[in-house]
Each structure stands twice: as structure tokens, then as C-alpha cells.
């Protein structure tokens, strides 16, 4: 099982990206998965959630502008990010068994991540 990112990029601000991950494996077995976020000198923190009954949780500071979502017969999760800003750039990593305590987690809370995908907007 694995988890493998696509659809980073580089736009400008007030763009949209749309993230993917392949998740075979985990959404069929029902994980918690998400995607967490570390831009270069900041800390590791999560930016949206997503648990097996669709139920979803935002970082406040993507809350109206990015959606998670995912796809379970394909066994895929998304991550729709849009009016994105200089601050959203960092790597964006597809996690599941998301296990933190208390939302917005910041720190390395979950099992499994994959090698992340870049985003980068410019102002």
C-alpha cells in the first residue's frame, strides 16, 4: 500500500490547483486521511481532513477556500485549492490513519504519508 501525490505546481496568486493522491488500500479500509502541509521554516500542520463517513475539518486558514474530498470506489483524495495565496506554498503530503487529538493538528499526527507535491504561488 501506498500513498502517491500529483497535480502540484506553480501559479499565481488567486489561481487554483487541484491535488490528488492515490490511496489504494487505505480509503477501503476506511483510514481517516488528509492533507497535511510544511513550507520551509514553519511547522507541520494540517490543513484538511477527512474521515470514512465524509465528515470534514479545516485549517482556519484555508477554511472557504480549499475542499477535500475523495472517491472511494477509485480509492482516491483530493484536495481543491482555491484563490490561493503567497502563504499556501509549501509540500503537500497525503496522509492517512490521521490519529491526532485535537484538531487544527500541528506535528507529524498520522501513519502513513506519501512524498508530498509542491505547490508554489507567486504574488
Known amino acids: 500500500v501506498q500513498l502517491v501525490e500529483s497535480g502540484g505546481g506553480s501559479v499565481q496568486s488567486g489561481g487554483s490547483l487541484r491535488l490528488s493522491c492515490a490511496a489504494s488500500g487505505f480509503i477501503s479500509r476506511g483510514y481517516y486521511m488528509g492533507w497535511f502541509r510544511q513550507a520551509p521554516g514553519k511547522e507541520h500542520e494540517g490543513v484538511a481532513i477527512?474521515?470514512?463517513?465524509?465528515?470534514?475539518r479545516y485549517a482556519e486558514s484555508v477554511m472557504g477556500r480549499f475542499t477535500i474530498s475523495q472517491d472511494k470506489d477509485k480509492e482516491m483524495l483530493y484536495l481543491q485549492m482555491n484563490s490561493l495565496q503567497p502563504e499556501d506554498t509549501a509540500m503537500y503530503y497525503c496522509v492517512a490513519d490521521v490519529c491526532g487529538v485535537s484538531w487544527p493538528y500541528r506535528g507529524y499526527e498520522y501513519n502513513y504519508r506519501g512524498q508530498g507535491t509542491q505547490v508554489t504561488v507567486s504574488s
Open positions: 477527512i474521515d470514512e463517513n465524509d465528515i470534514t
